[in-house]
């Protein structure tokens, strides 16, 4: 319980200080380093959870595929503007690798891609978006693994998240301050894209979550994970 307190508490408290601080203390000008600290911070609660065990490797193994394959879909699915399977990936990642993976799965599928997609102070957001939304379908695995619509909900409700902190990040690249006036006119105006994004989520689940999932579950069975 104590080993589980420490990694979610870099996962949900350093992380999002250091998004934070990056847009107070540093105006944004140090957004590289920010992003640094975030997938730094976010490997910390995965090391904690190695043991001396060879099915480290394998597990290293799946997650680097599932990275990959989340940047590779959001490379894809690039000419349909906010309609992407990285929430998708993310989530399957959680749901059956675990809160710490699905969490690095998001924050680095938004740093790597990003050197497609653009650099910027936007990266730590979505590095921290994403990561929490593998890390609460991690934590929510068992409900998301038993109940279709439960996990669809789910993932609409991912949409909505990510958009509400990319809204943030909105309200913040104004004047580096936050006004909640300006937030809420922010998530209003992206009402549009953030319906896309829910629409996406709930369809790429729907469309991947078995045949992905069963892949990964057939493999740890075969190598014990």
Not at 100 to 110: K, L, N
Request: hydrophobic content about 60%.
């Amino acid at each position: 319980m104590a080993k589980k307190i420490i990694k979610l508490s870099f996962l949900i408290i350093l992380v999002p200080l250091a998004v934070i601080l990056g847009v107070v203390v540093f105006k944004d000008r140090s957004y590289a380093w920010v992003s640094l600290c975030v997938a730094l911070f976010s490997l910390v609660p995965l090391f904690l959870t190695f043991e001396k065990k060879d099915t480290n490797t394998t597990k290293l193994v799946i997650l680097a595929v599932m990275i990959a394959l989340s940047v590779a879909g959001r490379f894809l699915f690039s000419f349909i503007p906010h309609f992407k399977p990285v929430t998708a990936m993310v989530v399957i990642t959680g749901i059956y690798m675990g809160y710490e993976y699905g969490f690095i799965c998001g924050a680095f599928t938004a740093l790597i891609s990003n050197f497609i997609f653009g650099q910027g102070p936007w990266t730590p957001f979505q590095m921290f978006a994403w990561g929490l939304i593998g890390l609460l379908a991690g934590l929510l695995a068992k409900v998301l693994q038993k109940n279709i619509i439960i996990l669809l909900v789910f993932g609409a409700l991912a949409g909505v998240l990510f958009s509400f902190f990319m809204d943030v990040w909105t309200t913040f690249w104004y004047d580096g301050t936050f006004n909640f006036s300006r937030f809420i006119a922010n998530i209003v105006t992206a009402i549009p894209v953030t319906i896309t994004y829910a629409i996406s989520n709930v369809v790429f689940l729907f469309v991947l979550i078995k045949p992905i999932g069963k892949k990964l579950e057939r493999i740890k069975i075969k190598y014990g994970l």
